[in-house]
């Protein structure tokens, strides 16, 4: 049975629907890596909801447009088990990343903790997890309505909608001449 290594959790603002999970080296400057651009695009109407390339991965919010969640960044020792309760929505990418460190970051600057992955330059097995917490969106949960920052100014951001576990744990022997560009 896998074991857990390290974590790093706690709440964090998502905003804009979405945040992202990033090495602590920045984008990769591969050819084969996506901009991030093209990887909010490939996420921007929720499916998938997670998306993944070169040092960076981005997962999108089913609750709201600005919130607090719980996220938590795990290591692992080898795949972890799934989710004892059965509640979270799952994804799955590979990820390479160049420090092999990252954290949860959002569109404003604003980073977590740092998880250290302990070897740089590395391949990674990344399952996404997102649970649903409470009952009812945000009333801002989609991009073409007007949001105006004023909003916030009643108290703060909503906070207890949802939750994330990104999970990594060392891939398995696989190709990895897609990532050879570093």
């Keep these: 049975m896998s074991k857990l290594i390290a974590r790093v959790a706690g709440p964090f603002l998502v905003m804009y629907g979405s945040f992202t999970v990033m090495d602590v080296d920045g984008l990769s400057f591969s050819t084969a890596a996506l901009a991030p651009e093209e990887l909010y695009e490939l996420v921007r109407q929720g499916n998938p909801w ?16 600005h919130h607090i969640a719980d996220v ?16 979270a929505e799952t994804a799955a990418e590979p990820m390479r990343s160049s420090s092999g460190q990252v ?14 992955l302990g070897e740089p330059a590395a391949l ?20 073409d309505e007007t ?11 909503p906070e ?18 897609q990532y050879s560009d570093f």
Excluded: C, H
């Design 50 to 65: 997670f998306a993944v390339t070169e040092n960076m991965a981005i997962v999108r919010s089913l609750q709201g447009y």
């Design 72 to 87: 938590a960044l795990e290591l692992w020792d080898g795949e972890p088990p799934a989710d004892p309760e059965g509640q």
């Design 103 to 116: 954290r949860a970051g959002n569109s404003v600057g604003n980073g977590g903790p740092v998880l250290d």
């Design 124 to 143: 990674w097995s990344v399952r996404a997890q997102r649970i649903k917490k409470a009952s009812q969106v945000v009333v801002y949960s989609s991009s």
């Design 147 to 157: 949001y105006d920052d004023e909003d916030d100014d009643d108290g703060g951001y």
């Design 160 to 177: 207890g909608l949802e939750e994330f576990r990104i999970q990594f744990w060392s891939a398995p022997s696989l190709s990895v001449s």
